[in-house]
């Protein structure tokens, strides 16, 4: 009797998360290094966030960064979690905010909107992601961003200030250990967010912790990864992804860079698997579009999109 009860139970556990969990990536604009395909008529990103986020056992929809708010509400109720990418863009042009700080801010909003009533939903940033949350919870404060030296393409030691971080569970002693004594963790920035903002600035205080640390070429300690207080948004100022799927940079391969990681994107798709959002147009999906090779890209590929390509 009591097999019978233990094992009703863990069949209510399993059927309350979803199997299938769907991650949107947001596109953004092109690149002026990718002369083929000019930013005026494409969107792109890497296809090593796609791998990544495909390694958890999640499938992957594009999101493009230039559509409309009631098409970024059809794309909302179809996916479990949100990825923002790295790269390389202005957040605010001469005539006010880009396109892309604008669908940002909004998707930003829907998803501690989702989170407050009970809807768990995260949000997973890196680099251009990482700078572009801080902005837009900095109340669009440049000063929140500051000139980081000799931190594009090099690997970096972390120091943790919260190991237990919803990220890092599930981490070793070991590989803490590999990651705060060698370099092992890649950055691709000019920027950083020191955590003396977050001292005088009160709104990030109350909406971040810190969980680790990074030191640039000239001493600067800078954010190297932040998790929300009361919601599954986790923000990161390096490349989680490159030690895995990224050879034309020189990211470190090594197991210990690995694993850490996988486990971060891991426990973001796990956390994505606890909401019942569903997936009605397969035709999305990213396994429709070929992702190409590029002479001149630092990734091994890249997806494009034509502007208005995407829909849902």
């Not at 092109?30 to 890497?46: M, N, T, V």
């Not at 992601?129 to 961003?145: E, P």
């Not at 698997?273 to 999305?284: A, F, I, M, T, V």
Request: glycine share 4%; hydrophobic share 40%.
């Amino acid at each position: 009797m009591k097999f019978i009860i233990f094992l009703a139970l863990l069949v209510a556990i399993n059927n309350s998360f979803n199997l299938n969990p769907v991650i949107g990536i947001l596109t953004i604009p092109s690149d002026e290094d990718y002369i083929e395909y000019p930013k005026s008529q494409y969107s792109y990103f890497a296809a090593s966030y796609v791998k990544y986020v495909e390694s958890t056992g999640a499938r992957v929809i594009p999101i493009p960064y230039e559509a409309d708010e009631a098409t970024l509400d059809r794309y909302f109720s179809q996916i479990n979690g949100l990825l923002l990418t790295g790269g390389t863009l202005a957040l605010e042009t001469e005539s006010g905010p880009s396109k892309y700080l604008q669908t940002v801010t909004y998707l930003l909003n829907k998803v501690i909107e989702a989170n407050q009533q009970g809807d768990i939903f995260p949000l997973f940033a890196v680099c251009l992601g990482h700078q572009t949350l801080h902005f837009i919870l900095s109340n669009k404060d440049y000063d929140v961003l500051s000139p980081a030296s000799g931190m594009g393409r090099v690997n970096k030691k972390l120091t943790f200030t919260d190991k237990q971080s919803t990220m890092f569970i599930d981490l070793k002693e070991q590989i803490f250990t590999s990651i705060e004594t060698e370099e092992l963790i890649y950055f691709n920035t000019a920027w950083g967010v020191l955590p003396s903002y977050y001292e005088s600035h009160s709104v990030l205080n109350n909406f971040f912790k810190i969980v680790a640390l990074v030191q640039d070429q000239k001493g600067v300690v800078s954010i190297a990864a932040a998790e929300a207080k009361q919601y599954p948004i986790f923000s990161f100022g390096f490349h989680p992804e490159k030690p895995i799927f990224e050879f034309k940079t020189p990211s470190k391969h090594k197991f210990e860079s690995i694993q850490f990681g996988r486990n971060l994107i891991n426990q973001f798709t796990q956390i994505a698997r606890e909401n019942n959002h569903s997936l009605k147009d397969s035709n999305s999906v990213i396994f429709k579009y070929n992702p190409i090779q590029l002479e001149s890209a630092s990734f091994q590929q890249l997806y494009f999109f034509q502007l208005g390509e995407l829909s849902i």
